[in-house]
Structure formats: C-alpha cells, structure tokens
C-alpha cells in the first residue's frame, strides 16, 4: 500500500489563483480530513469527510471547498488564493468514521502564495 | 466545540532526563487522546494514544496519562535521547458523535547530548 499520498509536493502561487491540492489513499479509509500547518499553531482541521458524498467543515474552512465522490480520493480546492493561505497542507486519513482510530498523515503540500 | 491547550511550547532536557508535557481539553464528551511526534520537514506521526475508559497507557519510554475529571492529558519520555529532539502535539476527538480530531498547539522538544 502506498498509504496516503499528495500531491504536488511544492507549489507557488500568485494572489486570486485557484488550485487544487490532491489527496489519495489506497487502505479504503472511510474517514479522510486535511489540516493546515502555520508555524507555533499547530494543526488546524480545514475539512473532513465521513465516506463518499459526505464532507463537514472542520475550525477554518473559508476559502475552501472539498468533495468525495470516491472512497479513495479527497482533493482539496483553493478557488481564489489569498496570502494568509500560506502553510504546510496535510491530508490525513482512518478506517473507521463512527469509532476512534488511528489517523495516518500524507506528506504534505507546501504552498505559497505570493 | 473542542479546545485543546497544550504547555510548554517548547522544552529542553539533557539527554537521559525525563520530559512532560501537558494538554487540556474543553470538551468533556472527548473520548480518545492520541499524540504525534513530528520531526523536521516531515509528516506527523502517531506515538501513542489513549481512550476515556483507561487511565494510563506505557509503550517503553513512553506514557501517557489521561484525568477525565481535570481534562487533562500529559505524554511523558524517559530516559530521553537525542533522537526525541522533535515537535510533539496532543490532540482530542470529542464525543461520540464529532469526527473531529483537535490539535494542540505542540511543544518543541530538544535533547541535549
């Protein structure tokens, strides 16, 4: 298994842009989420989603949306990039939604906006 | 909802002493308390976790201890290496019907050989 992967790795951008960061796992995880990762904060929830079709907002959700139409794939879009969208992004996943489990991390995007 | 405080921000030890760190919650619904350990430049990690129903939980150096009536949680390392030398962050799922995992705000750790 490749566990939870993203991608990009790196990417820049200029202010009012969109993008889409993407998220994939291959353990059929019911539960995927994605965090942003600013310097002395922490790891905020953005959103998550409990299954296919079904996505709530997490504490910082403005300025981005997410969908689920596949078990495997939870994509993260940035529809007009502001500076303060600057952090590391971590998608994040576990098997079971309705209990307590571990949660795997990818390897994170890193994003700049200019 | 959930609110977690984590202390101290940031912690240095000499290498073979003990190092604590502190979390509390605001949600007394919460039911599982798992810590990551985060090195440099790479993803978090899960070191060791614990639900509501037990008190105490050891894994080698490692422990954590849960007070649901104070709402707090502390990790604590033994005999601390350099290789600890990391971030560290709590975090707390609510009750039964959140799916949310709250974070604290972590604490850097340095072990000094």
């Known amino acids: 298994n490749a566990g939870v992967t993203q991608t990009p790795k790196f990417q820049v951008l200029k202010t009012g842009q969109s993008m889409t960061l993407q998220c994939a796992q291959d353990m059929n995880h019911e539960y995927m989420s994605w965090y942003r990762q600013d310097p002395g904060m922490g790891l905020r929830l953005i959103h998550y989603s409990v299954g296919a079709g079904i996505t709530d907002q997490g504490e910082v959700p403005n300025g981005y949306n997410v969908s689920r139409s596949t078990t495997e794939d939870f994509p993260l879009r940035l529809l007009s990039a502001a500076p303060s969208q600057t952090s590391v992004y971590f998608c994040a996943s576990s098997r079971r939604a309705d209990r307590v489990e571990t949660q795997y991390f990818g390897p994170g995007t890193r994003l700049l906006v200019l | ?113």
Do not use: M
């Open chain 2, 1 to 113: 909802g959930e609110n977690v405080e984590q202390h101290p921000s940031t912690l240095s030890v000499q290498e073979g002493d003990s190092a604590v760190i502190k979390c509390t919650y605001s949600d007394s619904a919460s039911n599982y308390f798992p810590w990551y350990k985060q090195e440099l430049g790479k993803r978090p990690q899960l070191i060791i976790d614990i639900r509501s129903n037990v008190g105490e939980k050891k894994d080698q150096r490692i422990a954590v201890t849960l007070n649901k009536t104070a709402k707090h949680f502390s990790l604590h390392i033994t005999e601390t290496q350099p290789e600890d030398s990391a971030v560290y962050f709590c975090a707390a799922r609510g009750g039964d019907s959140s799916y949310k995992l709250i974070f604290g705000s972590g604490t850097r750790l340095l072990v000094r050989p």
